[in-house]
Protein backbone atom coordinates (compact mmCIF):
# COMPACT_ATOMS: atom_id res chain seq x y z
CA UNK A 1 0.00 0.00 0.00
CA UNK A 2 0.98 3.34 -0.56
CA UNK A 3 -0.89 5.79 1.27
CA UNK A 4 -0.22 9.87 0.50
CA UNK A 5 1.22 9.90 -2.25
CA UNK A 6 -0.55 12.75 -3.89
CA UNK A 7 -0.06 16.23 -3.46
CA UNK A 8 -3.73 17.78 -3.65
CA UNK A 9 -5.01 19.11 -7.50
CA UNK A 10 -6.42 21.97 -7.73
CA UNK A 11 -10.10 21.08 -6.92
CA UNK A 12 -9.07 19.34 -3.51
CA UNK A 13 -9.20 16.16 -4.81
CA UNK A 14 -5.59 13.77 -5.79
CA UNK A 15 -3.15 15.33 -8.40
CA UNK A 16 -4.00 13.83 -12.06
CA UNK A 17 -6.75 11.83 -10.67
CA UNK A 18 -9.43 13.80 -11.73
CA UNK A 19 -11.18 11.02 -13.40
CA UNK A 20 -10.17 8.27 -10.64
CA UNK A 21 -11.74 10.40 -7.99
CA UNK A 22 -15.11 11.03 -9.89
CA UNK A 23 -15.70 7.50 -10.52
CA UNK A 24 -14.84 6.61 -6.38
CA UNK A 25 -17.37 9.64 -5.72
CA UNK A 26 -20.24 8.27 -7.70
CA UNK A 27 -19.58 4.87 -6.04
CA UNK A 28 -19.61 7.12 -2.73
CA UNK A 29 -23.18 8.27 -4.03
CA UNK A 30 -24.69 5.49 -5.32
CA UNK A 31 -24.26 3.65 -1.83
CA UNK A 32 -25.91 6.90 0.36
CA UNK A 33 -28.97 6.36 -2.56
CA UNK A 34 -29.24 2.92 -1.47
CA UNK A 35 -27.18 0.73 -4.29
CA UNK A 36 -24.42 -1.83 -4.26
CA UNK A 37 -21.31 -1.23 -5.75
CA UNK A 38 -17.71 -2.98 -6.31
CA UNK A 39 -14.87 -2.38 -7.74
CA UNK A 40 -11.05 -3.34 -8.19
CA UNK A 41 -8.58 -0.74 -8.71
CA UNK A 42 -5.51 -2.81 -10.81
CA UNK A 43 -2.36 -0.98 -11.02
CA UNK A 44 1.20 -1.43 -10.46
CA UNK A 45 2.98 -1.15 -6.89
CA UNK A 46 3.65 2.52 -6.35
CA UNK A 47 1.05 4.17 -8.90
CA UNK A 48 -1.21 5.46 -6.21
CA UNK A 49 -3.68 2.42 -5.57
CA UNK A 50 -3.79 3.09 -2.12
CA UNK A 51 -3.66 6.85 -1.99
CA UNK A 52 -7.11 6.50 -4.01
CA UNK A 53 -8.40 4.62 -1.35
CA UNK A 54 -7.62 6.85 1.12
CA UNK A 55 -9.32 9.32 -0.44
CA UNK A 56 -12.16 7.21 -0.88
CA UNK A 57 -12.60 6.77 2.66
CA UNK A 58 -12.07 10.54 3.45
CA UNK A 59 -15.15 10.96 1.15
CA UNK A 60 -17.22 8.39 3.27
CA UNK A 61 -16.93 10.00 6.79
CA UNK A 62 -20.60 9.33 7.04
CA UNK A 63 -20.45 5.54 6.00
CA UNK A 64 -19.23 2.57 8.32
CA UNK A 65 -15.98 2.09 6.35
CA UNK A 66 -14.39 -1.85 7.04
CA UNK A 67 -10.36 -2.32 6.27
CA UNK A 68 -8.64 -5.17 5.68
CA UNK A 69 -5.11 -5.27 3.91
CA UNK A 70 -3.02 -8.14 1.94
CA UNK A 71 -0.27 -9.77 3.57
CA UNK A 72 2.37 -11.78 1.53
CA UNK A 73 3.23 -13.91 4.50
CA UNK A 74 -0.74 -14.20 5.30
CA UNK A 75 -1.59 -15.82 2.22
CA UNK A 76 -1.76 -19.48 3.61
CA UNK A 77 -3.75 -18.28 6.88
CA UNK A 78 -7.28 -20.07 5.96
CA UNK A 79 -9.66 -16.42 6.30
CA UNK A 80 -7.13 -14.04 7.84
CA UNK A 81 -7.75 -11.36 5.57
CA UNK A 82 -11.58 -11.97 6.00
CA UNK A 83 -11.40 -12.16 9.84
CA UNK A 84 -9.30 -8.69 9.60
CA UNK A 85 -12.02 -7.33 7.77
CA UNK A 86 -15.05 -8.59 9.60
CA UNK A 87 -13.42 -8.76 13.02
CA UNK A 88 -15.25 -5.34 14.11
CA UNK A 89 -18.90 -6.45 12.81
CA UNK A 90 -18.77 -9.67 15.26
CA UNK A 91 -20.57 -8.16 18.06
CA UNK A 92 -23.65 -8.97 15.30
CA UNK A 93 -22.97 -12.21 14.62
CA UNK A 94 -25.31 -13.52 17.23
CA UNK A 95 -27.95 -12.36 14.96
CA UNK A 96 -27.46 -14.31 11.94
CA UNK A 97 -29.05 -18.11 11.34
CA UNK A 98 -27.98 -20.80 13.21
CA UNK A 99 -26.10 -22.28 10.04
CA UNK A 100 -24.37 -19.28 9.09
CA UNK A 101 -23.18 -18.17 12.69
CA UNK A 102 -21.53 -21.70 13.31
CA UNK A 103 -19.57 -21.32 9.91
CA UNK A 104 -18.35 -18.17 10.69
CA UNK A 105 -17.73 -18.99 14.23
CA UNK A 106 -15.50 -22.33 12.81
CA UNK A 107 -13.65 -20.43 10.35
CA UNK A 108 -13.04 -17.74 12.45
CA UNK A 109 -11.62 -19.85 15.53
CA UNK A 110 -14.36 -18.56 17.84
CA UNK A 111 -15.36 -22.48 18.05
CA UNK A 112 -14.61 -26.02 16.60
CA UNK A 113 -16.37 -27.86 14.28
CA UNK A 114 -15.92 -29.82 11.11
CA UNK A 115 -15.05 -27.15 8.11
CA UNK A 116 -17.93 -25.26 6.84
CA UNK A 117 -19.14 -25.43 3.22
CA UNK A 118 -17.82 -22.38 1.65
CA UNK A 119 -21.38 -21.21 0.02
CA UNK A 120 -22.33 -20.91 3.62
CA UNK A 121 -19.69 -18.66 4.40
CA UNK A 122 -20.54 -16.23 1.84
CA UNK A 123 -23.73 -16.44 3.19
CA UNK A 124 -22.85 -15.85 6.29
CA UNK A 125 -20.49 -12.75 5.23
CA UNK A 126 -23.50 -11.94 3.31
CA UNK A 127 -25.78 -11.35 5.89
CA UNK A 128 -23.37 -9.96 8.50
CA UNK A 129 -22.93 -6.96 5.60
CA UNK A 130 -26.84 -6.57 5.81
CA UNK A 131 -27.11 -6.45 9.56
CA UNK A 132 -24.95 -3.80 9.81
CA UNK A 133 -26.46 -1.83 6.93
CA UNK A 134 -29.77 -1.56 9.05
CA UNK A 135 -27.39 0.68 11.03
CA UNK A 136 -25.75 2.65 8.16
CA UNK A 137 -24.48 2.23 4.74
CA UNK A 138 -21.16 0.49 4.77
CA UNK A 139 -18.25 0.47 2.60
CA UNK A 140 -15.14 -2.14 2.82
CA UNK A 141 -11.85 -1.55 1.61
CA UNK A 142 -9.77 -3.78 0.73
CA UNK A 143 -5.96 -3.08 -0.38
CA UNK A 144 -2.93 -5.48 -1.73
CA UNK A 145 -5.99 -7.69 -2.45
CA UNK A 146 -3.23 -9.40 -4.61
CA UNK A 147 -2.45 -11.34 -0.97
CA UNK A 148 -5.32 -12.04 -0.31
CA UNK A 149 -5.52 -16.01 1.17
CA UNK A 150 -8.06 -18.31 -1.39
CA UNK A 151 -10.44 -18.16 1.65
CA UNK A 152 -11.16 -14.80 1.84
CA UNK A 153 -10.69 -13.97 -1.80
CA UNK A 154 -13.30 -16.40 -2.82
CA UNK A 155 -15.78 -15.31 0.17
CA UNK A 156 -15.52 -11.76 -0.89
CA UNK A 157 -15.51 -12.43 -4.46
CA UNK A 158 -18.86 -13.92 -3.76
CA UNK A 159 -20.53 -11.51 -1.91
CA UNK A 160 -19.31 -8.51 -3.87
CA UNK A 161 -21.55 -10.63 -7.32
CA UNK A 162 -24.61 -11.06 -4.89
CA UNK A 163 -25.21 -7.44 -3.65
CA UNK A 164 -28.23 -5.79 -5.11
CA UNK A 165 -29.72 -2.79 -3.06
CA UNK A 166 -27.89 -3.55 0.43
CA UNK A 167 -25.80 -0.05 0.82
CA UNK A 168 -22.75 -1.67 0.86
CA UNK A 169 -19.63 -0.74 -1.40
CA UNK A 170 -16.58 -2.84 -2.07
CA UNK A 171 -13.51 -1.63 -3.34
CA UNK A 172 -10.64 -3.59 -3.67
CA UNK A 173 -6.74 -1.99 -4.98
CA UNK A 174 -4.39 -4.82 -6.35
CA UNK A 175 -1.06 -4.98 -8.72
CA UNK A 176 -2.75 -7.90 -10.68
CA UNK A 177 -6.10 -9.58 -8.80
CA UNK A 178 -6.27 -13.79 -8.50
CA UNK A 179 -8.93 -15.06 -10.78
CA UNK A 180 -11.15 -14.53 -7.60
CA UNK A 181 -11.99 -11.33 -8.81
CA UNK A 182 -11.02 -10.68 -12.48
CA UNK A 183 -14.42 -10.93 -13.45
CA UNK A 184 -15.66 -7.83 -11.45
CA UNK A 185 -15.20 -4.24 -12.71
CA UNK A 186 -11.88 -2.74 -12.85
CA UNK A 187 -11.00 0.60 -13.11
CA UNK A 188 -6.91 0.32 -14.55
CA UNK A 189 -4.79 2.86 -12.77
CA UNK A 190 -1.76 4.33 -14.05
CA UNK A 191 0.88 6.66 -14.42
CA UNK A 192 0.01 10.55 -14.08
CA UNK A 193 0.50 12.49 -17.54
CA UNK A 194 3.91 14.78 -17.30
CA UNK A 195 2.55 17.70 -16.10
CA UNK A 196 1.52 16.64 -12.68
CA UNK A 197 4.59 14.40 -12.65
CA UNK A 198 6.92 17.00 -13.05
CA UNK A 199 4.51 19.05 -10.16
CA UNK A 200 4.93 15.68 -8.08
CA UNK A 201 8.86 15.41 -8.49
CA UNK A 202 9.81 19.19 -7.76
CA UNK A 203 7.49 18.81 -4.90
CA UNK A 204 10.23 16.44 -3.36
CA UNK A 205 13.62 17.63 -4.38
CA UNK A 206 15.89 19.99 -2.83
CA UNK A 207 17.71 21.32 -5.35
CA UNK A 208 17.07 22.91 -8.64
CA UNK A 209 17.71 20.51 -11.50
CA UNK A 210 17.51 21.15 -15.60
CA UNK A 211 14.24 20.27 -17.41
CA UNK A 212 15.59 18.04 -19.59
CA UNK A 213 17.00 16.06 -16.49
CA UNK A 214 13.59 16.16 -14.91
CA UNK A 215 12.15 15.15 -18.35
CA UNK A 216 14.53 12.23 -18.32
CA UNK A 217 13.46 11.05 -14.66
CA UNK A 218 9.79 11.49 -15.83
CA UNK A 219 9.87 9.19 -18.55
CA UNK A 220 11.72 6.78 -17.46
CA UNK A 221 9.79 6.07 -13.88
CA UNK A 222 6.59 6.19 -16.12
CA UNK A 223 4.44 8.56 -14.17
CA UNK A 224 5.03 6.32 -10.88
CA UNK A 225 4.29 8.44 -8.00
CA UNK A 226 6.00 6.86 -5.39
CA UNK A 227 9.09 6.67 -7.77
CA UNK A 228 8.89 10.21 -7.98
CA UNK A 229 8.23 10.58 -4.15
CA UNK A 230 11.18 8.00 -2.87
CA UNK A 231 13.88 7.59 -5.65
CA UNK A 232 15.22 11.45 -5.12
CA UNK A 233 15.67 10.47 -0.96
CA UNK A 234 19.32 10.57 -0.44
CA UNK A 235 20.49 11.26 -3.41
CA UNK A 236 22.90 14.17 -5.01
CA UNK A 237 21.79 16.85 -7.68
CA UNK A 238 25.03 14.66 -9.44
CA UNK A 239 23.42 11.37 -8.88
CA UNK A 240 19.79 12.77 -9.87
CA UNK A 241 21.49 14.27 -13.24
CA UNK A 242 22.83 10.43 -14.18
CA UNK A 243 19.07 9.46 -14.04
CA UNK A 244 17.62 6.37 -12.87
CA UNK A 245 18.09 4.36 -15.53
CA UNK A 246 22.00 4.00 -15.86
CA UNK A 247 22.92 0.67 -17.03
CA UNK A 248 23.62 -0.77 -13.55
CA UNK A 249 20.66 0.54 -12.43
CA UNK A 250 18.09 -1.68 -10.60
CA UNK A 251 14.26 -2.31 -12.16
CA UNK A 252 12.50 0.53 -10.68
CA UNK A 253 10.79 -1.42 -8.04
CA UNK A 254 13.82 -3.09 -6.95
CA UNK A 255 15.46 1.19 -6.80
CA UNK A 256 12.05 1.86 -4.87
CA UNK A 257 13.12 -0.98 -2.38
CA UNK A 258 16.78 0.03 -1.95
CA UNK A 259 15.62 3.97 -1.00
CA UNK A 260 13.52 2.41 1.56
CA UNK A 261 16.49 0.65 3.01
CA UNK A 262 18.60 3.90 2.91
CA UNK A 263 15.86 5.51 4.50
CA UNK A 264 15.89 2.22 7.26
CA UNK A 265 19.54 2.49 7.95
CA UNK A 266 19.27 6.05 9.32
CA UNK A 267 16.72 5.52 11.68
CA UNK A 268 17.59 5.19 15.62
CA UNK A 269 18.28 1.39 17.00
CA UNK A 270 15.27 1.43 19.13
CA UNK A 271 12.87 2.67 16.23
CA UNK A 272 15.14 0.30 13.69
CA UNK A 273 13.62 -2.45 16.58
CA UNK A 274 10.18 -1.56 16.56
CA UNK A 275 10.19 -1.32 12.79
CA UNK A 276 11.32 -5.02 12.74
CA UNK A 277 8.27 -6.11 15.47
CA UNK A 278 5.78 -4.31 13.24
CA UNK A 279 7.27 -6.21 10.07
CA UNK A 280 7.44 -9.88 12.29
CA UNK A 281 4.08 -9.40 12.91
CA UNK A 282 2.29 -8.44 9.60
CA UNK A 283 -1.80 -9.27 11.33
CA UNK A 284 -1.06 -5.13 12.17
CA UNK A 285 -2.43 -5.34 15.61
CA UNK A 286 -1.43 -2.62 17.81
CA UNK A 287 -1.71 -3.91 21.52
CA UNK A 288 0.88 -7.01 20.40
CA UNK A 289 3.24 -4.31 19.21
CA UNK A 290 2.39 -2.37 22.39
CA UNK A 291 3.04 -5.36 24.72
CA UNK A 292 6.21 -6.56 22.77
CA UNK A 293 7.88 -3.03 22.66
CA UNK A 294 7.16 -2.39 26.53
CA UNK A 295 8.68 -6.00 27.34
CA UNK A 296 11.59 -5.11 25.13
CA UNK A 297 12.15 -1.31 26.95
CA UNK A 298 11.11 0.41 24.18
CA UNK A 299 9.10 3.39 24.42
CA UNK A 300 6.41 3.10 21.81
CA UNK A 301 5.48 7.26 22.03
CA UNK A 302 9.40 8.06 22.24
CA UNK A 303 10.29 6.32 18.97
CA UNK A 304 7.24 6.89 16.63
CA UNK A 305 8.29 9.96 15.71
CA UNK A 306 12.08 8.56 14.90
CA UNK A 307 11.04 6.02 12.15
CA UNK A 308 10.84 8.95 9.43
CA UNK A 309 7.29 8.36 8.92
CA UNK A 310 7.87 4.63 7.20
CA UNK A 311 5.39 3.00 9.92
CA UNK A 312 1.86 4.19 10.58
CA UNK A 313 0.63 3.46 14.37
CA UNK A 314 -3.26 4.10 14.55
CA UNK A 315 -5.92 1.15 14.96
CA UNK A 316 -4.22 -1.07 12.69
CA UNK A 317 -0.38 -0.92 12.52
CA UNK A 318 0.62 -0.60 8.67
CA UNK A 319 3.24 0.08 6.57
CA UNK A 320 4.20 3.56 4.62
CA UNK A 321 4.12 0.54 1.54
CA UNK A 322 4.96 -3.04 1.32
CA UNK A 323 8.76 -2.49 0.25
CA UNK A 324 9.04 -1.05 3.73
CA UNK A 325 8.36 -4.05 4.92
CA UNK A 326 10.59 -6.13 3.02
CA UNK A 327 12.91 -3.48 3.31
CA UNK A 328 13.28 -3.75 7.48
CA UNK A 329 13.20 -7.42 7.37
CA UNK A 330 15.83 -7.73 5.12
CA UNK A 331 18.07 -5.05 6.76
CA UNK A 332 17.80 -7.03 10.02
CA UNK A 333 20.61 -9.49 11.08
CA UNK A 334 19.44 -13.05 11.48
CA UNK A 335 19.48 -13.24 15.35
CA UNK A 336 17.92 -10.00 15.12
CA UNK A 337 15.18 -11.25 13.05
CA UNK A 338 14.89 -14.51 15.27
CA UNK A 339 14.80 -12.23 18.71
CA UNK A 340 11.84 -10.34 17.30
CA UNK A 341 10.09 -13.10 16.55
CA UNK A 342 10.53 -14.80 19.90
CA UNK A 343 9.81 -11.55 21.61
CA UNK A 344 6.65 -11.71 19.94
CA UNK A 345 5.67 -15.19 20.53
CA UNK A 346 6.15 -14.46 24.30
CA UNK A 347 3.94 -11.49 24.17
CA UNK A 348 1.28 -13.47 22.38
CA UNK A 349 -1.69 -15.27 23.88
CA UNK A 350 -1.22 -18.84 24.45
CA UNK A 351 -5.12 -19.59 24.66
CA UNK A 352 -6.78 -17.15 22.66
CA UNK A 353 -3.76 -17.07 19.54
CA UNK A 354 -1.98 -20.40 19.88
CA UNK A 355 -1.66 -21.01 15.61
CA UNK A 356 0.23 -17.29 15.85
CA UNK A 357 2.10 -17.87 18.97
CA UNK A 358 3.19 -21.50 17.12
CA UNK A 359 4.06 -19.31 14.16
CA UNK A 360 6.57 -16.59 15.72
CA UNK A 361 8.21 -19.65 18.23
CA UNK A 362 9.25 -21.39 14.70
CA UNK A 363 10.68 -18.70 13.64
CA UNK A 364 12.39 -17.88 16.17
CA UNK A 365 14.28 -21.49 16.58
CA UNK A 366 17.95 -21.68 15.64
CA UNK A 367 17.55 -25.50 15.48
CA UNK A 368 15.08 -28.68 15.38
CA UNK A 369 12.62 -28.21 18.50
CA UNK A 370 10.08 -31.11 19.35
CA UNK A 371 7.58 -28.85 21.89
CA UNK A 372 7.58 -26.02 18.29
CA UNK A 373 7.30 -28.42 16.18
CA UNK A 374 3.73 -30.47 18.31
CA UNK A 375 2.36 -26.80 18.39
CA UNK A 376 2.37 -26.57 14.76
CA UNK A 377 1.22 -29.62 14.01
CA UNK A 378 -1.84 -28.70 16.39
CA UNK A 379 -2.18 -25.42 14.61
CA UNK A 380 -2.37 -27.23 11.47
CA UNK A 381 -5.11 -29.67 12.38
CA UNK A 382 -7.12 -26.39 13.30
CA UNK A 383 -6.63 -25.06 10.20
CA UNK A 384 -7.83 -27.89 8.61
CA UNK A 385 -10.52 -27.81 10.52
CA UNK A 386 -11.52 -24.13 8.90
CA UNK A 387 -10.87 -25.19 5.63
CA UNK A 388 -7.54 -23.68 4.94
CA UNK A 389 -5.29 -26.44 2.86
CA UNK A 390 -2.77 -24.37 2.07
CA UNK A 391 -2.73 -22.89 6.19
CA UNK A 392 -2.72 -26.31 7.75
CA UNK A 393 0.31 -27.07 4.71
CA UNK A 394 2.44 -23.63 6.20
CA UNK A 395 2.44 -24.59 9.62
CA UNK A 396 3.49 -28.45 8.96
CA UNK A 397 6.28 -27.22 6.92
CA UNK A 398 7.26 -24.64 9.80
CA UNK A 399 6.99 -27.53 11.94
CA UNK A 400 9.49 -30.07 9.68
CA UNK A 401 11.84 -27.52 8.09
CA UNK A 402 15.37 -26.92 9.08
CA UNK A 403 16.89 -23.65 9.63
CA UNK A 404 19.36 -23.41 6.35
CA UNK A 405 22.46 -22.39 8.59
CA UNK A 406 21.88 -25.46 10.28
CA UNK A 407 23.52 -28.89 9.70
CA UNK A 408 22.10 -31.27 11.77
CA UNK A 409 21.71 -34.62 11.46
CA UNK A 410 18.10 -35.16 9.59
CA UNK A 411 16.97 -37.48 12.69
CA UNK A 412 16.71 -34.79 14.64
CA UNK A 413 13.95 -33.12 12.73
CA UNK A 414 10.51 -33.66 12.52
CA UNK A 415 9.54 -34.77 8.82
CA UNK A 416 5.45 -34.21 9.25
CA UNK A 417 4.54 -33.20 5.89
CA UNK A 418 6.43 -35.41 4.02
CA UNK A 419 4.14 -37.54 4.79
CA UNK A 420 0.97 -35.27 4.05
CA UNK A 421 -0.36 -35.25 0.71
CA UNK A 422 -0.60 -31.26 0.38
CA UNK A 423 1.36 -31.16 -2.99
CA UNK A 424 -0.97 -28.02 -4.26
CA UNK A 425 -0.43 -26.19 -1.36
CA UNK A 426 1.53 -22.99 -1.16
CA UNK A 427 3.92 -22.42 1.69
CA UNK A 428 6.74 -19.70 2.48
CA UNK A 429 10.59 -20.34 3.12
CA UNK A 430 12.92 -17.90 4.35
CA UNK A 431 16.60 -17.75 3.55
CA UNK A 432 19.76 -16.63 5.53
CA UNK A 433 18.61 -13.05 3.71
CA UNK A 434 14.93 -13.26 5.04
CA UNK A 435 12.84 -13.10 1.93
CA UNK A 436 9.92 -14.36 1.51
CA UNK A 437 10.52 -17.45 -1.16
CA UNK A 438 7.34 -19.81 -2.28
CA UNK A 439 8.17 -23.60 -2.26
CA UNK A 440 4.90 -25.19 -4.44
CA UNK A 441 6.58 -28.12 -4.07
CA UNK A 442 6.17 -28.34 -0.30
CA UNK A 443 6.21 -32.40 0.07
CA UNK A 444 10.29 -32.34 0.02
CA UNK A 445 12.55 -33.98 2.16
CA UNK A 446 14.64 -31.73 4.86
CA UNK A 447 17.93 -32.92 3.29
CA UNK A 448 16.62 -30.82 -0.03
CA UNK A 449 16.34 -27.60 2.28
CA UNK A 450 20.22 -27.35 1.69
CA UNK A 451 20.52 -27.24 -1.97
CA UNK A 452 21.21 -23.98 -3.61
CA UNK A 453 18.30 -22.43 -5.54
CA UNK A 454 18.23 -19.91 -7.75
CA UNK A 455 16.76 -16.47 -7.38
CA UNK A 456 12.81 -16.68 -7.88
CA UNK A 457 10.04 -13.91 -7.75
CA UNK A 458 7.06 -16.70 -6.77
CA UNK A 459 5.22 -13.53 -7.48
CA UNK A 460 5.51 -12.57 -10.83
CA UNK A 461 5.97 -16.34 -12.36
CA UNK A 462 3.91 -16.84 -15.41
CA UNK A 463 1.55 -19.52 -13.44
CA UNK A 464 -2.03 -18.31 -14.20
CA UNK A 465 -4.15 -19.31 -12.01
CA UNK A 466 -7.15 -20.15 -14.71
CA UNK A 467 -7.09 -19.45 -18.70
CA UNK A 468 -3.71 -18.35 -19.91
CA UNK A 469 -0.86 -16.15 -20.44
CA UNK A 470 1.23 -15.75 -23.43
CA UNK A 471 5.46 -15.90 -23.36
CA UNK A 472 7.95 -16.05 -25.81
CA UNK A 473 10.59 -18.45 -25.36
CA UNK A 474 13.99 -17.63 -27.39
CA UNK A 475 17.24 -19.45 -27.43
CA UNK A 476 20.27 -17.42 -26.80
CA UNK A 477 23.96 -17.98 -26.37
CA UNK A 478 24.28 -16.33 -22.71
CA UNK A 479 21.76 -16.21 -20.99
CA UNK A 480 23.67 -13.59 -18.71
CA UNK A 481 23.82 -11.38 -21.11
CA UNK A 482 20.09 -11.59 -22.92
CA UNK A 483 19.28 -11.66 -19.02
CA UNK A 484 20.78 -8.04 -18.77
CA UNK A 485 19.57 -6.74 -22.07
CA UNK A 486 16.18 -7.84 -21.42
CA UNK A 487 15.66 -6.57 -17.65
CA UNK A 488 18.60 -3.38 -17.41
CA UNK A 489 17.86 -1.96 -21.49
CA UNK A 490 14.23 -2.58 -21.54
CA UNK A 491 13.44 -2.59 -17.73
CA UNK A 492 12.21 -5.90 -17.18
CA UNK A 493 12.02 -7.89 -13.90
CA UNK A 494 14.12 -10.76 -13.53
CA UNK A 495 11.69 -13.24 -12.52
CA UNK A 496 13.86 -16.57 -12.26
CA UNK A 497 17.55 -16.48 -13.19
CA UNK A 498 18.30 -19.51 -15.36
CA UNK A 499 17.13 -22.77 -16.36
CA UNK A 500 14.86 -20.79 -18.23
CA UNK A 501 15.73 -18.10 -16.91
CA UNK A 502 12.42 -15.56 -17.28
CA UNK A 503 12.35 -11.85 -17.32
CA UNK A 504 8.18 -10.27 -16.76
CA UNK A 505 8.31 -7.47 -19.59
CA UNK A 506 5.30 -5.41 -19.15
CA UNK A 507 2.32 -7.25 -19.63
CA UNK A 508 4.25 -10.32 -20.84
CA UNK A 509 7.19 -12.81 -19.85
CA UNK A 510 10.27 -13.73 -22.38
CA UNK A 511 11.77 -17.16 -21.55
CA UNK A 512 15.43 -17.42 -22.72
CA UNK A 513 17.55 -20.64 -22.31
CA UNK A 514 20.56 -22.55 -24.78
CA UNK A 515 19.51 -24.73 -27.43
CA UNK A 516 19.61 -28.30 -26.56
CA UNK A 517 19.17 -31.93 -28.37
CA UNK A 518 15.85 -33.67 -28.82
CA UNK A 519 13.80 -34.66 -25.12
CA UNK A 520 11.17 -36.34 -24.39
CA UNK A 521 8.17 -34.53 -24.87
CA UNK A 522 9.65 -33.10 -28.75
CA UNK A 523 11.48 -36.14 -29.89
CA UNK A 524 13.07 -35.39 -32.90
CA UNK A 525 13.03 -31.79 -32.64
CA UNK A 526 16.24 -29.87 -31.63
CA UNK A 527 16.60 -26.38 -30.55
CA UNK A 528 18.99 -24.50 -32.03
CA UNK A 529 20.21 -21.14 -31.44
CA UNK A 530 19.68 -18.71 -33.85
CA UNK A 531 21.22 -17.05 -36.90
CA UNK A 532 20.84 -13.43 -37.34
CA UNK A 533 20.68 -12.68 -40.69
CA UNK A 534 18.29 -10.06 -43.38
CA UNK A 535 15.25 -12.36 -43.50
CA UNK A 536 13.12 -13.13 -40.31
CA UNK A 537 9.92 -14.67 -39.89
CA UNK A 538 8.69 -14.21 -36.56
CA UNK A 539 9.74 -11.45 -34.11
CA UNK A 540 8.54 -9.10 -31.27
CA UNK A 541 6.29 -6.86 -30.92
CA UNK A 542 6.39 -4.00 -28.42
CA UNK A 543 3.67 -1.32 -27.97
CA UNK A 544 4.55 2.15 -26.26
CA UNK A 545 2.99 5.18 -25.71
CA UNK A 546 6.17 6.99 -26.35
CA UNK A 547 8.18 5.71 -28.96
CA UNK A 548 10.68 8.88 -29.08
CA UNK A 549 11.43 8.47 -25.46
CA UNK A 550 11.94 5.03 -25.24
CA UNK A 551 13.97 5.30 -28.62
CA UNK A 552 16.33 7.89 -26.67
CA UNK A 553 16.48 5.86 -23.56
CA UNK A 554 17.16 2.34 -24.13
CA UNK A 555 19.80 3.65 -27.44
CA UNK A 556 21.31 5.54 -24.52
CA UNK A 557 21.59 2.18 -22.43
CA UNK A 558 23.20 0.28 -25.28
CA UNK A 559 20.34 -1.02 -27.28
CA UNK A 560 21.29 -0.86 -31.43
CA UNK A 561 18.45 0.22 -33.38
CA UNK A 562 18.31 -0.24 -37.18
CA UNK A 563 16.60 3.34 -37.74
CA UNK A 564 15.59 5.98 -35.92
CA UNK A 565 11.28 6.13 -35.34
CA UNK A 566 9.47 6.41 -38.40
CA UNK A 567 5.97 7.83 -39.11
CA UNK A 568 4.07 5.07 -41.55
CA UNK A 569 0.78 7.05 -41.23
CA UNK A 570 -0.97 4.26 -38.94
CA UNK A 571 1.89 3.88 -36.30
CA UNK A 572 5.30 5.14 -35.75
CA UNK A 573 7.82 1.93 -35.72
CA UNK A 574 11.12 1.40 -35.80
CA UNK A 575 13.28 -2.12 -35.18
CA UNK A 576 15.95 -3.13 -33.28
CA UNK A 577 18.42 -6.23 -32.67
CA UNK A 578 18.64 -8.04 -29.15
CA UNK A 579 22.33 -9.39 -28.20
CA UNK A 580 21.88 -12.68 -30.37
CA UNK A 581 20.42 -10.08 -33.17
CA UNK A 582 16.63 -11.42 -32.45
CA UNK A 583 14.82 -8.76 -34.30
CA UNK A 584 12.11 -6.85 -32.05
CA UNK A 585 9.80 -4.36 -33.50
CA UNK A 586 8.76 -1.01 -31.59
CA UNK A 587 6.02 0.57 -32.64
CA UNK A 588 3.09 3.58 -31.10
CA UNK A 589 -0.35 3.62 -32.62
CA UNK A 590 -0.89 7.17 -34.32
CA UNK A 591 -3.36 7.13 -37.01
CA UNK A 592 -4.80 3.65 -36.50
CA UNK A 593 -6.57 5.37 -33.76
CA UNK A 594 -8.30 7.43 -35.85
CA UNK A 595 -9.35 4.88 -38.21
CA UNK A 596 -6.46 5.39 -40.60
CA UNK A 597 -5.28 1.71 -41.33
CA UNK A 598 -1.08 1.12 -43.07
CA UNK A 599 -1.27 0.99 -46.92
CA UNK A 600 -1.34 -2.15 -48.35
CA UNK A 601 1.81 -3.26 -50.31
CA UNK A 602 1.29 -5.20 -53.92
CA UNK A 603 2.02 -8.63 -52.59
CA UNK A 604 -1.06 -7.90 -49.82
CA UNK A 605 -3.59 -6.89 -52.59
CA UNK A 606 -5.67 -10.34 -54.29
CA UNK A 607 -4.36 -12.24 -57.14
Known sequence: MESGLHAPGPSGGLRGRRAECALLDDL???????????????GEAGIGKTALLEYLVASAADLRVLRAVGVDSEMELAFASLHQLCSPLLDRIGKLPAPQRRALEIVFGLSDGAAPDRFLVGLAVLSLFAAEVERRPLLCVVDDAQWL?????????????????????????????????????????????????????????????????VDRIIAEVRGNPLALLELPRGLTATQLAGGFGLPEAQALTGRIQESFVRRVSAVSDDARRLLLLAAAEPIGGPLLLLRTSEQLGIAVSAVDGETDGLLVLSQRVTFRHPPVRSAVYRTAALQERRAAHRALAAATDREFDSDRRAWHLAAAAAGPDEQVASELERSASLAQTRGGAAATAAFLQHGSRPNPRDHLPRAGRRGVFVHVRLAAAVCHHETDRGLPQRNEEIAMSATEAHEHVPFIDYENIPAPRDGIVVTQFITVRSVARSRAFYSEVLGGQVVLEENPCVVKLANSWVLMNPGGPPTPDKPDISVVNYEPGNTVSSFMNLRVADIQACYEQWSAKGAEFVTPPIDRGAEICCYMRDPDGYLIEVGQATGVLRGELAKKRPEDLPG
Open 28 to 42: VSAIRRGESRSVVLR
Open 149 to 213: DPGSALTLAFVARRLLAERVGIVFAAREPGFELQQMDGLNVSGLRNDDARALLRSTLRFKLDERI
